[in-house]
């Protein structure tokens, strides 16, 4: 290897093109096969990227450094290179010393282009088109990146260069060349997109904080391509037509984005945005009068259409898109979308195109509300079949909600309709949406394995839900606003609308109490909740109501729907496969069964409902097979039980029969003591209301309409497949319905709607000084973390602080913990040149972070007071062979005396919080408490913390004004927790708080903190300080987690409190403990050793007072005086209070004061 690396850089340094060319190859070879070939880098920079050479190699060269790692000092050779090939007569070295630019860090890019700006403009007007095509590739990918826009914010000169850039670009969508007309759309279509997306940026790797000026600097350069495209779409148009065929895709995107952003407002967005930030943006964009707009697209439509019957699929599905995407505007036509669904479709028929089959399915999905009525319905049976064929989860039930939502809203709109007088289409409602035969007896089949169909009945129910709660408001045209019209015209805007389509679900899934899912339950769970909020809404207990009572015929006809459906799922009890669902089945339909609508003379029979449901009940009590995996019999006997207790309340032959089954259960063996004394109390409760059928209300609860069963189980504890797969698919069904129900409004509408407040313009985080105050260079850092990529990036300022201007200044930034760098390398250098003296200079370093772990970055800095004061070559031009040692240490010398010795400055740390690692994970607090027991690794300690106040008002009673006790953790709002839940405990200074939270990684962290404060004994000045003694509790998913997070404790409660709270060791707790039982026996010695005041008699007056006791109490106080009379009168020194009395007058003194503190406050301050 050694041999061949030899004569690759021997064929490297020859003068001979055709040599250096093929000794390239064979390192890009090397390369390719996974070998380092860093030290081919130097040669191959020094050799031909700083030296003359052909266009072949230099662009070889390139391809080579970009496949390596560089040192510093061989990129300033590479940026010193294309800076001198950017003056180059050859116009294909220039292309290829352009084309590097891409690739060149960011931290270098800026200067690079700064200085070398003439050139690159120039290129824009090169005769050649190979050079135009360079510059426009390049330029187009490197001006779109966040960095870039980070740049300009910070350097006026170049703002202006890079808006001017744009345009340049701009015009070259109608150069005359294909290549370049073609790689110009695709380069404003990539700045159009990553306005929305920032897909390129995060690739790259870029962190940037949105700042208002960088996002008004971003919307400019988008503004005024837009007014470009907008205004030439004619010769745009004409001039796609010319390029070939295969490039045409390119030129789709750029025209369409321009025109939906003038035709739907968005351009009077991005003006707003660039106003605020205070960039000169032009005043000659009138986008036109409303027809001008209407016009300009229906023109860029019939420019697409023909292309839609193009025989290449990705062209095709491209154009559908587009056009789509127009058809949403104000303006658009439903036959743009159909021409284009159908278009799309057909793709789907042919097979072709099968990479973007899920692109396909959600393209159409997302889209159909575009259609008119019929269209939709006709599509509806062959859309479910194509979800069901798609292999990735959150394509299909993304695609499953739209389609439940385009169900609900097809049925309501076509329902509206008739009522307002239209003539009925047929098979709008939603029994006849779902008739389709595969889905029908998918449904009715009860040991399919498909889980698609658990999919469809939860989504469809969920989706009934979210039409149950108000519409979201839409203050916005566009997509979402038709699908919120269509379902307010069909409510009606009315409350109980919904219930209409919501009762024909419930009818169409009625068979997925049958199914057998492997011991899954959540779908069947949606099913019964949904049930039993419709039977609650419609009080199906109390029978269907009547005219007379003032029931309207849908009411009536609703309720007798139910009232079949109920009977229905009685009989259904029978078949029920899955032994869990059984009793919650028998609780779901006995709540709300009209039991005084039963047949009396029908008693007997078998199938009358109230002998069905008994039996059932008999079947769950006596159910022997009770392993824990198949049924919860905890649950489902507590639950019959109940049932047992409401059903024999309402109804005295329910009772008679119900009082037979109890007995027999409680003198079964099946019974356990908790259940034998609980069928006691409900015999008891149903005897009471036998001979006492007026109070029929004390075992009868009302029917609110909830359903108590969950499918939460915690897997940690009592590990099931079916339970994780359930929860996996409630996580997958709720993410899809709330995105496509309740979406987040985009980062542009919070920015305009609560302007420089909105969270989406974060401030930049505050920066952390790590150099002395004595040092010559002065360095401060801050780092910004992202998530989803999980990196850090650190961005430093340097400053020099001494008189001198200092040529050379290197960083260096090592890594302890779990941070490496991308390119693997141990350490990171950042070179800067030319440090002015007071002038702050910033550079940053991303690094990627592998686990959760504490970890620093460790920063270096070199400086070189003597840099290029001695002199290079003392020591003549000699001939010396190639491996000359002296040479090679004459070398070394000068470059060594060319440097100067550095002087080297090692500065603190930057240690990255372990909070910073966290995510928070936001849970209801029965979740949490459901979570909490299973975490498996847990840690405690305690920590302190002083807060002031005064007498009463320290204490957590206070009800009006925040708490002065809680002040320590005040921070901990800040930091990436959830607050679940906070107990603040009243009457005493005491309080709970539940925090959960997650790592990057996913593992659960929870933390509970418990405080009581004590006063202070050394009162200074009459204001009490007082310490506030903390219990944390933290406990994770992972040991990994906690053993982290306790190898620091008062790191870490500096990371979560700023430093608020002192962490205090177990045993001086204990100490402090014991100190205060000591103090506080001794003030009960001392006040039990205090002679209690003389008291006056007052006899007389007590007995008058107490006339009004009942006798024993008299009889009780005359024996006592007896007593007292009989003792000699000596001095006593016991209290006659015992210690919990005493206790409890405290305790009430205590609440009396508070209460009267409490309206004396309020007094004031409604006066």
């Known amino acids: 290897m050694d041999i061949l690396f030899a004569q690759i850089q021997a064929d490297l340094r020859s003068n001979d093109a055709l040599r250096q060319s093929s000794a390239l190859l064979q390192a890009l070879q090397q390369s390719a096969a996974g070998k380092d070939i860093s030290s081919l880098a130097r040669s191959a920079c020094e050799e031909i990227v700083a030296s003359p050479a052909s ?33 180059f007569p050859d116009p294909d070295v220039t292309a290829a010393a352009i084309s590097i630019l891409a690739s060149i860090p960011s931290h270098r890019l800026a200067r690079l282009i700064s200085d070398a700006n003439k050139e690159i403009s120039s290129c824009f007007d090169s005769p050649s088109d190979n050079l135009r095509y360079s510059i426009t590739e390049t330029l187009g990918s490197i001006l779109a990146r966040d960095d870039l826009v980070l740049l300009c914010e910070n350097n006026v000169n170049l703002l202006d260069r890079v808006s001017s850039w744009w345009k340049r670009i701009g015009s070259n969508m109608l150069d005359r060349s294909d290549a370049v007309s073609k790689v110009a759309f695709e380069s404003v279509g990539r700045l159009f997109q990553e306005f929305d997306s920032k897909r390129m940026s995060r690739l790259a790797g870029d962190k940037l904080v949105d700042s208002e000026n960088s996002l008004a600097i971003r919307s400019n350069w988008v503004l005024s391509m837009v007014d470009f495209v907008w205004k030439k779409r004619s010769a745009l148009m004409a001039r796609s037509l010319i390029v070939p065929i295969e490039s045409f895709r390119a030129t789709v995107f750029p025209i369409v984005y321009a025109a939906k952003a003038v035709a739907s407002g968005l351009v009077d967005v991005l003006r707003k945005v660039t106003k605020a930030g205070g960039s000169n943006v032009g005043s000659g964009l009138d986008s036109g009068s409303n027809a001008e707009k209407v016009v300009g697209v229906s023109d860029i439509v019939s420019h697409l259409v023909p292309f839609l019957a193009s025989l290449d699929p990705a062209l095709i599905f491209e154009v559908g898109i587009n056009m789509l995407s127009l058809a949403d505007v104000p303006g658009g036509k439903p036959e743009w979308a159909s021409a284009s669904i159908t278009a799309i479709l057909t793709l789907w028929d042919r097979q072709e195109f099968s990479s973007a089959r899920e692109s396909i399915v959600r393209a159409v999905v997302t889209n159909l509300h575009l259609l008119d009525l019929h269209m939709q319905v006709s599509l509806f049976k062959r859309l479910l079949l194509m979800v069901r064929n798609l292999r990735a989860e959150s394509d299909r039930m993304h695609a499953l909600a739209c389609i439940c939502r385009t169900a609900l809203c097809v049925d309501l709109f076509a329902k ?11 098979g709008t409602d939603i029994a006849s949406l779902f008739e389709d035969v595969r889905i029908k007896d998918d449904l009715n089949s009860a040991t399919s394995k498909s889980l698609f169909r658990e999919e469809l009945v939860a989504s469809l129910v969920e989706s009934c839900f979210q039409l149950s709660l108000p519409l979201p408001e839409q203050k916005n045209s566009g997509t979402e606003s038709r699908v919120i019209g269509a379902l307010a015209y069909g409510t009606g805007y009315g409350a109980l609308n919904w219930t209409e389509p919501a009762l024909e679900v419930v009818e169409v899934c009625r068979p997925c109490v049958k199914w057998d899912c492997e011991g899954r339950t959540y779908a069947i769970d949606c099913y019964l909740k949904l049930l039993v909020r419709l039977c609650h809404i419609y009080d199906t207990r109390g029978g269907v109501k009547r005219v007379k009572d003032g029931a309207s015929q849908d009411q009536i006809l609703n309720e007798t729907r139910l009232q079949t459906l109920q009977q229905q799922l009685i009989k259904d009890l029978r078949e029920v496969n899955t032994p869990r669902i059984c009793a919650r089945l028998i609780w779901a339909v006995s709540e709300h069964f009209d039991l005084e609508g039963l047949d009396p003379l ?70 356990d003591s908790v259940n034998k004394h609980q069928c006691r109390l409900i015999l008891q409760i149903i005897k009471y209301i036998t001979s006492h059928p007026e109070s029929k209300w004390a075992g009868v609860g009302e029917a609110r309409g909830d359903y108590p069963f969950s499918h939460h189980k915690l897997t940690v504890q009592f590990y099931e497949a079916s339970a994780a797969q359930d929860r996996k698919l409630e996580g997958l069904v709720h993410k899809a319905i709330q995105e496509l129900w309740r979406p987040d409004p985009s980062e542009l509408t919070l920015l305009l709607t609560k302007g420089i407040n909105s969270t989406f313009l974060k401030v930049p985080p505050s920066a952390f000084t790590l150099t002395g105050s004595s040092d010559p260079c002065y360095v401060e850092a801050h780092h910004l973390s992202d998530s989803s990529d999980g990196r850090i990036t650190l961005h430093l300022k340097v400053l020099n602080l001494t008189e001198l201007e200092l040529n050379r200044v290197d960083i260096r930034v090592g890594l302890s913990g779990a941070l490496y760098f991308m390119d693997g390398s141990p350490q990171a250098v950042r070179q800067l040149r030319n440090l002015v003296s007071q002038d702050p200079v910033p550079c940053s370093v991303t690094v990627g972070v592998s686990h959760f772990e504490r970890c620093a970055l460790w920063v270096q800095v070199l400086y070189y007071p003597f840099y290029g004061s001695g002199v290079a070559g003392d020591y003549g031009e000699g001939d010396y062979t190639e491996d000359d040692p002296s040479q090679v240490m004459r070398q070394k010398r000068s470059s060594k005396q060319e440097l100067g010795e550095p002087v080297v400055l090692r500065c603190q740390p930057y240690k990255i919080p372990l909070t910073d690692l966290l995510l928070p994970h936001k849970c209801s607090p029965v979740e949490y408490f459901r979570f909490w027991p299973s975490l498996p690794s847990i840690i405690e300690y305690t920590g302190a913390y002083t807060y002031e106040g005064s007498g009463f008002k320290a204490t957590a009673a206070q009800q ?54 004590e006063v202070s004994r050394n009162v200074d000045l009459g204001d009490e300080t007082t310490t506030m003694m903390c219990k944390f509790v933290v406990r994770a998913s992972d040991a990994s987690i906690t053993k982290e997070i306790g190898l620091d404790l008062q790191g870490w409660l500096d990371d979560i409190t700023d430093g608020g709270v002192e962490y205090m060791p177990e045993d001086e707790v204990k100490v402090a403990a014991a100190e205060r039982l000591r103090i506080s026996m001794e003030r009960i010695a001392l006040l039990k050793a205090a002679q209690p005041p003389p008291q006056p008699p007052k006899e007389e007056v007590e007995e008058e007072e107490e006339e009004e006791d009942s006798d024993d109490e008299k009889k009780k106080k005359k024996k006592d005086s007896q007593i007292e009379d009989g003792k000699p009168k000596g001095p006593s020194t016991l209290s006659t209070l015992t210690a919990e009395e005493a206790e409890h007058r405290a305790l009430q003194a205590a609440v009396l004061q508070e209460w009267h503190m409490l309206c004396k406050e309020k007094a004031v301050k409604v006066r």
């Open 602 to 671: 029908l008693a007997d029979d078998p199938e009358d409902p109230l002998n069905i449901i008994i039996s059932n009940i008999h079947k769950v009590l006596f159910n022997l097979d009770s392993s824990a995996t198949t049924s919860n019999r905890l649950q489902d006997v507590q639950a019959v039980l109940l049932c047992a207790q409401r059903l024999g309340s309402r109804h005295p032959r329910a009772g008679q029969l119900l009082t037979k089954e109890l007995e027999d259960f409680r003198n079964n063996g099946l019974a």
């Open 416 to 426: 509206e309709s008739v009522r307002r007088g239209q003539k009925p289409l047929p």
């Open 55 to 87: 266009a072949v190699c230099k662009k070889l060269a390139f391809d080579l450094i970009r496949s390596t790692r560089l040192t510093p000092d061989l990129w300033d050779t590479v940026c010193t290179g294309v800076r001198s090939d950017l003056d």
């Open 960 to 1013: 009006y004004e925040a708490s002065p006790f809680l002040s320590g953790l005040k921070s901990l709002s800040s930091k990436p927790f959830h607050l679940v839940c906070s107990h603040i405990l009243k009457t005493v200074a005491g309080f709970q708080l539940c925090y959960a939270a997650k790592t990057w990684y996913g593992g659960f962290v929870g933390m509970m903190i418990f405080g009581a404060s």
